[in-house]
């Protein structure tokens, strides 16, 4: 059996997911000796044809980006999201409540009419535009599930990430639970994973990893009361990762 | 068996003698609450507390384990562990939930490994002392316990504890030291009326109705609007099945190796109000409303297995109660609100 052609992308991000890949360290030539990575701008430069497996990292700002992630997913077998920007748009999606212009004036001021800054009015999804196969959540991913899924997929086998929230991870670990020591934390709202690593750290979840299935933000809202937090406040948390716009797409 | 007098300082140096042997674990406070975790003296128990966050399950079916490593060609080892170890201090409520685990790991499909990790821990059963906010085992039957255990320490009004042998297991744990003082009888009468005392205070919720009639309650019950009401506001976060002593429920996985050739099977705690629990393959889902997941846990503690084991699978520890953000879990409030109609 020939090594899957594997290729890296980023549309509109921070790079930070395909950081995650170079940190993978201490297995990265484990990983080579598993795939061929025929493409990836953020460290190599020969371009292959045919892919087995595309990771796509980052969001759709600009025309080009469609046209870029159609493009990809032609010549891919298997599309992989990376990462929440890929998956939901990110935090690139809290300009959603907003115009476009509004958000570059916020942004760039005075400069911010300036034509290279040309972006689509609403911020789009990877699978708002192409079929994604598999998703690896994160902001940025977790390298571990990055090394498991593309273990899945070299087998030919459907990988497993949770779609459970954060609490089930947290709780596991005996941590106190962060809303009955007063904080605002999203994690009973955000698909688990990640090991629980920021409430076992102390510091709530931001909800990175997007909504776990059955959110019930709506449910929490109910709670806050009991929990001395206004409204105000748990939208302004929810907005980083979990809009409301995506609330109402995940409903 | 027969029964002991053992002071507090003897037990302290009782302990610190087993740990030369043993990994003995126990009630450790941490910022006001309590764990059960692997000591390295007597000194770091708590014998006072009240309940742990996680019930002592953890140490007997732990939250992931590998159950087998295998090979690609098809070879397989089953992975066993035995590494003996006691736990200590195990209040009669999480007793009580560990008999039962033990029963529906032995019945039938015999659970190897489990059942292998069982047989190498030896338990101190412990009569509690101070009640835990939501505790209620009083009303379920679980304030005391009777059998399980293979030493049972209740806590003397002044200084020391009575203690009973249960089995021979637990008598070989005593073998470091000096013979006991037999108890006398009226420490005997005092160990009746902790006993007593524990099964009126471990009330702080009062169930209106008899354990017993649990099951025929819900069979009444079963399209009550009480369901949907409750869990509108359900998180579907799995915190009252984590917390559960009485939920063992797991998933099993395989993870290969960068090889692609050898990997394990691992089993890991799934919980009944987690969506994916009831999702079969081709997708279907049995139980796809949070509603229904709600209800089911009611249902298959207090009527499902009380049919096929004749006990009732809530032991009244309240770490659901404790656990659960919205507050929606009591399960006393469930059946008070279904037995007050």
Redesign the interface.
């Known amino acids: 059996m020939s090594k899957p052609q594997v290729a890296i992308f980023d549309l509109a991000g921070c790079e930070g997911c395909q950081l995650q890949i170079v940190n993978l360290e201490d297995s990265l030539l484990q990983l080579l000796s598993l795939v061929d990575v025929v493409e990836w701008r953020e460290a190599i430069s020969n371009h292959g044809p045919e892919i087995d497996i595309a990771l796509v990292e980052g969001c759709l700002e600009r025309e080009e980006d469609v046209a870029r992630l159609l493009h990809i997913r032609e010549k891919s077998k298997i599309l992989v999201a990376l990462g929440s920007c890929a998956i939901s748009g990110g935090v690139h999606q809290m300009r959603n409540a907003l115009s476009s212009l509004e958000a570059r004036q916020i942004t760039y001021g005075n400069n911010g009419f300036l034509k290279h800054l040309d972006v689509h009015e609403k911020v789009q999804s990877l699978d708002q535009i192409v079929k994604v196969d598999y998703s690896i959540p994160g902001c940025p991913i977790h390298r571990q599930e990055l090394s498991y899924v593309l273990r899945c997929l070299a087998l030919g086998r459907i990988p497993f990430i949770p779609t459970y929230p954060v609490c089930v991870e947290c709780r596991i670990q005996e941590n106190l639970c962060l809303w009955q020591q007063g904080q605002l934390c999203l994690g009973p709202l955000t698909r688990a994973g990640c090991h629980a690593t920021c409430p076992s750290h102390g510091t709530p979840c931001i909800g990175c990893r997007g909504y776990s299935s059955d959110a019930n933000p709506q449910g929490l809202r109910q709670s806050l009361n009991r929990y001395h937090k206004t409204p105000e406040e748990f939208e302004h948390h929810l907005n980083l990762f979990l809009g409301s716009s995506l609330e109402h797409a995940h409903a | 068996m027969s029964v002991k007098q053992i002071s507090t300082n003897m037990l302290r140096g009782w302990i610190d003698g087993l740990l030369l042997q043993k990994t003995v674990i126990g009630p450790v406070q941490h ?1 006001g ?1 309590f ?1 059960f975790e692997s000591i390295t003296s007597s000194d770091q128990l708590a014998l006072d507390y009240d309940v742990t ?2 019930p002592p399950k953890k140490f007997l079916l732990p ?1 992931r384990e590998v159950m087998m490593t295998f090979r690609s060609s098809g070879e397989f080892q089953s992975v066993m562990e035995f590494h003996p170890f006691v736990l200590f201090g195990v209040h009669p409520y999480d007793m009580i939930a560990i008999n039962q685990m033990d029963r529906v790991f032995s019945e039938k499909l015999v659970d190897i490994h489990y059942l292998t990790r069982r047989n190498a821990c030896s338990i101190v059963a412990l009569d509690p002392v101070a009640v835990a906010p939501h505790n209620f085992s009083g009303c379920m039957g679980t304030a005391t316990v009777e059998k399980g255990w293979d030493l049972l320490l209740t806590p003397l009004p002044q200084d020391g504890y009575l203690l009973e042998i249960g089995t021979e297991k637990g008598n070989t744990l005593l073998h470091s030291i000096y013979e006991l003082p037999d108890a006398s009888l009226d420490q005997l009468q005092l160990r009746e009326q902790r006993w007593n005392q524990n099964q009126k205070s471990m009330r702080r919720h009062e169930l209106k109705c008899a354990p017993d009639d649990l099951p025929d309650l819900l069979e009444q019950n079963y399209d009550h609007p009480l369901w949907q009401e409750k869990s ?8 009252c099945n ?2 559960c002593p009485t939920c063992y429920c797991f998933d099993i ?1 395989d ?4 090889s ?1 050739e050898t990997g394990v099977r691992c089993r890991a ?1 799934d ?1 009944c109000l ?3 629990f009831a999702e079969v393959a081709g997708g279907h889902n049995f139980r796809k409303q ?1 509603a229904e997941r709600y209800r089911h846990r009611f249902y298959r503690k207090a009527s499902y297995l009380p049919k096929r084991f004749g006990e009732i699978a809530c032991v009244g520890c309240g770490r659901c109660i404790s ?1 659960c ?3 929606i879990s009591n399960p006393v409030e469930v059946y008070n609100q279904l037995v007050g109609e």
């Open positions: 910022q609450h764990r966050d996680l939250p509108s506001q359900c998180l579907s976060c799995g915190a984590i917390v996985q993870e290969v190796d960068w692609l705690w919980g987690l969506r994916d949070s656990a953000i919205p507050n």
